[in-house]
């Protein structure tokens, strides 16, 4: 075999390879953010955006809050892989874990992870010690940033969409029932003081 075909079957196998590294460069890998420090700190009760999404934990629950975390930036970030959350409680930090594995009390959609923790009730239904957030880090299929506490579902909050607390209706209740009694008895006075006029 001539040097020249040596050549060329050299530089065709060299180009192959190159091409075969092209094509097997992997996707994103992992990486590992933390959340936005701006909502360390914060209580599920004490928190601003405060919605029950049935999609994401449900709610409200007595005795139980919900956390749901998010993504700001799905594009660039992917998804969750894995949620690990630092809680302070009354008996000291609690460290607990989103994964991808179905449970009862948590899960990941997605760009989206939620779970249900103690509200830190008394039995008379007191607020006592809840739960905040210490710190928290995510493993994410995408690239670097942060992540967020995206919104709470606290403990006795009415579910997104007009559902209201047991205060809530009782207060209602009672005001309406008071409304129709004093309708009823204005309606009663009326007519008298009608009859009374033609009389008169």
Same mark, same amino acid.
């Given at each position: 075999?001539? &040097?020249?075909?040596?050549?060329?079957? *050299?530089?065709?196998?060299?180009?192959?390879?190159?091409?075969?590294?092209?094509?097997?460069?992997?996707?994103?890998?992992?990486?590992?953010?933390?959340?936005?420090?701006?909502?360390?700190?914060?209580?599920?009760?004490?928190?601003?955006?405060?919605?029950?999404?049935?999609?994401?934990?449900?709610?409200?629950?007595?005795?139980?809050?919900?956390?749901?975390?998010?993504?700001?930036?799905?594009?660039?970030?992917?998804?969750?892989?894995?949620?690990?959350?630092?809680?302070?409680?009354? *008996?000291?930090?609690?460290?607990?874990?989103?994964?991808?594995?179905?449970?009862?009390?948590?899960?990941?959609?997605?760009?989206?992870?939620?779970?249900?923790?103690?509200?830190?009730?008394?039995?008379?239904?007191?607020?006592?010690?809840?739960?905040?957030?210490?710190?928290?880090?995510?493993?994410?299929?995408?690239?670097?940033?942060?992540?967020?506490?995206?919104?709470?579902?606290?403990?006795?909050?009415?579910?997104?969409?007009? *559902?209201?607390? &047991?205060?809530?209706?009782?207060?209602?209740?009672?005001? &309406?029932?008071?409304? *129709?009694? &004093?309708?009823?008895?204005?309606?009663?006075?009326?007519?008298?003081?009608?009859?009374?006029?033609?009389?008169?």
């Amino acid at each position: 075999m001539t &040097l020249s075909v040596l050549a060329r079957l *050299g530089g065709a196998a060299a180009t192959a390879a190159v091409l075969g590294l092209g094509l097997a460069t992997p996707a994103w890998a992992d990486t590992t953010i933390h959340i936005d420090q701006a909502d360390v700190g914060k209580t599920a009760a004490a928190f601003p955006v405060q919605r029950c999404d049935p999609a994401l934990g449900g709610g409200p629950f007595a005795g139980e809050d919900v956390w749901v975390f998010a993504l700001p930036r799905p594009q660039e970030q992917g998804e969750f892989r894995s949620v690990t959350i630092q809680f302070a409680t009354e *008996g000291g930090p609690v460290t607990e874990t989103i994964t991808t594995a179905p449970a009862r009390d948590r899960a990941i959609v997605g760009d989206r992870a939620w779970i249900r923790t103690s509200a830190g009730l008394a039995p008379s239904g007191e607020l006592v010690n809840p739960f905040s957030i210490i710190n928290a880090s995510a493993v994410v299929t995408g690239t670097d940033g942060t992540f967020d506490l995206a919104q709470t579902c606290p403990a006795g909050l009415p579910v997104t969409g007009g *559902g209201l607390s &047991l205060r809530e209706t009782t207060g209602i209740g009672g005001a &309406l029932a008071l409304t *129709g009694l &004093l309708l009823v008895a204005f309606a009663r006075r009326r007519p008298a003081a009608g009859r009374h006029r033609r009389t008169a």
